[in-house]
Structure formats: C-alpha cells, structure tokens
C-alpha cells in the first residue's frame, strides 16, 4: 500500500513530464512569451502532478477519480501548448516528437491508475 503520492508510478512519470516540459520552456521560449505561452505550458504542466497528488490526499475515490480526470485534462492541454510553441517556431518537430512518448506513458498511467480507483470502488482496496 502506497502512503505517499510520491510512490505511485503515475506521479513518477508525470513529474519527469513536468520537469522535462521546464527544461524544454528555460532553453527554448523567447522572453517576450514570458508571460503568455511559456507560463500557460508551465501552469498546465504543473497542474498535471498537482491533481494526482491533491485527488491521492482526499482519500475518497470518487474525488481521486476526478482529481486523476482534471489531471489528464492538464496534460492534454500541455500537448496543445506544445504544438502551439511548435506552430509559433519556438521549438521543432523533433522536440515534439521527442516529448511524445513520454506524454503517451502518462496518459497510459493516469488512465490505468483511474481504472484501479474504480475497480478498488467497488471492492474492498488492495492497495495501490
């Protein structure tokens, strides 16, 4: 049984997410986007471990569940940001697709870890 968000596999994944996404804005954002597209892609990006560790300490799985949807909900948005920066010319295709297996993994992760809440839901918890 985890005690701490800070062991389950989809924060772990998520947090190299966020921080890969902050590496990627300090070397590739010019300082006029400073306050527009740089800090939208940071604010979703953060928002993504944010949601699993706020939905983790509610200890009720119907709010876990939505904490875990909201932060699916902030990676996509992330990807938008993303493909937004490419269009723009901040960052290229290969970044993109360097980024993309990565965002795959923890949609795959948020999405298994919400099957679990709700699998656990309907039965006694074993833990996760």
Same mark, same amino acid.
């Given at each position: 049984?985890?005690?701490?968000?800070?062991?389950?596999?989809?924060?772990?994944?998520?947090?190299?997410?966020?921080?890969?996404?902050?590496?990627?804005?300090?070397?590739?954002?010019?300082?006029?986007?400073?306050?527009?597209?740089?800090?939208?892609?940071?604010?979703?990006?953060?928002?993504?471990?944010?949601?699993?560790?706020?939905?983790?300490?509610?200890?009720?799985?119907?709010?876990?569940?939505?904490?875990?949807?909201?932060?699916?909900?902030? +990676?996509? !948005? #992330?990807?938008?940001? *993303? /493909?937004?920066? %490419?269009?723009?010319?901040?960052?290229?295709?290969?970044?993109?697709?360097?980024?993309?297996? +990565?965002? !795959? #993994?923890?949609?795959? *992760? /948020?999405?298994? %870890?919400?099957?679990?809440?709700?699998?656990?839901?309907?039965?006694?918890?074993?833990?996760?």
């Amino acid at each position: 049984m985890h005690t701490s968000f800070t062991e389950l596999e989809v924060y772990k994944k998520c947090r190299e997410f966020r921080m890969k996404i902050s590496e990627l804005i300090k070397s590739n954002f010019p300082k006029e986007e400073k306050y527009l597209l740089r800090t939208q892609l940071l604010d979703s990006s953060r928002s993504v471990t944010a949601n699993i560790a706020e939905g983790h300490g509610r200890y009720y799985y119907q709010d876990n569940i939505r904490f875990c949807r909201i932060a699916r909900g902030s +990676l996509e !948005e #992330s990807m938008e940001h *993303l /493909i937004t920066a %490419y269009d723009e010319k901040y960052i290229t295709k290969e970044t993109i697709q360097s980024i993309k297996p +990565l965002y !795959e #993994s923890c949609v795959k *992760l /948020i999405n298994g %870890y919400i099957k679990y809440l709700r699998k656990s839901k309907k039965g006694k918890p074993d833990g996760y």
